[in-house]
T-cell receptor
Framework: GQNIDQPTEMTATEGAIVQINCTYQ??????LFWYQQHAGEAPTFLSY????GLEEKGRFSSFLSRSKGYSYLLLKELQMKDSASYLC?????????????FGAGTRLAVHP | GAVVSQHPSWVICKSGTSVKIECRSL??????MFWYRQFPKQSLMLMAT?????????EQGVEKDKFLINHASLTLSTLTVTSAHPEDSSFYIC???????????FGQGTRLTVV
């Protein structure tokens, strides 16, 4: 089966650091994606982890522990424009294809 | 990154009519395209996976006769919502990837409103 859990909402202050956690139970797991989605828009790619450890890309970092079924997205030096939904998605090989299964998303509100 | 173009970006149609949504990969060949539906404040729900030249694979609970998917070429997939009803009103998003890409590229999405 496939199940992905992440917090529904989070708030943070401009300039601060925020960590968004994601746990997953995925059959045929291949990797873990993080996407950013602003209201009414399509998701945009942030990161992809396939091996355990931390991947850093500018203000955004993502961590994966395959043994624990756990990932987090770390956002540093928060800006107002970072207010968006952050989607955790696991890639699973199922039915002959690699598919992305999305979590419900975490709505992040950044305030001054 | 690669570009996926989805058209139209929004459409309003009458109940009982059909609507076609196109998804094109502009600068790469997409052997596989995915169609998602997203209701307000909810996550993307995978509807079906389409491969060029073969029948689409639908997720459980998605009516294949209502949501017709055609993947006629390596750069074009279409989703037709047949006999649309107000409950079909949603945000429909396609994504595409090649075997070489780890990243899935998303179209801009289509907001469908059935009145």
């Amino acid at each position: 089966g496939q199940n992905i859990d992440q917090p529904t909402e989070m708030t943070a202050t401009e300039g601060a650091i925020v960590q968004i956690n994601c746990t997953y139970q995925t059959s045929g797991f291949n990797g873990l994606f993080w996407y950013q989605q602003h209201a009414g828009e399509a998701p945009t790619f942030l990161s992809y982890n396939v091996l355990d450890g931390l991947e850093e890309k500018g203000r955004f970092s993502s961590f994966l522990s395959r043994s624990k079924g756990y990932s987090y997205l770390l956002l540093k030096e928060l800006q107002m424009k970072d207010s968006a939904s952050y989607l955790c998605a696991s890639e699973a090989f199922s039915g002959g294809y690699n598919k992305l299964i999305f979590g419900a998303g975490t709505r992040l509100a950044v305030h001054p | 990154g690669a570009v996926v173009s989805q058209h139209p970006s929004w459409v309003i149609c009458k109940s009982g009519t059909s609507v076609k949504i196109e998804c094109r990969s502009l600068d790469f060949q997409a052997t596989t395209m995915f169609w998602y539906r997203q209701f307000p404040k909810q996550s993307l729900m995978l509807m079906a996976t389409s491969n060029e030249g073969s029948k689409a694979t639908y997720e459980q609970g998605v009516e294949k006769d209502k949501f017709l998917i055609n993947h006629a070429s390596l750069t074009l997939s279409t989703l037709t919502v047949t006999s649309a009803h107000p409950e079909d009103s949603s945000f429909y998003i396609c994504s595409a990837r090649t075997a070489a890409n780890t990243e899935a590229f998303f179209g801009q999405g289509t907001r469908l409103t059935v009145v």
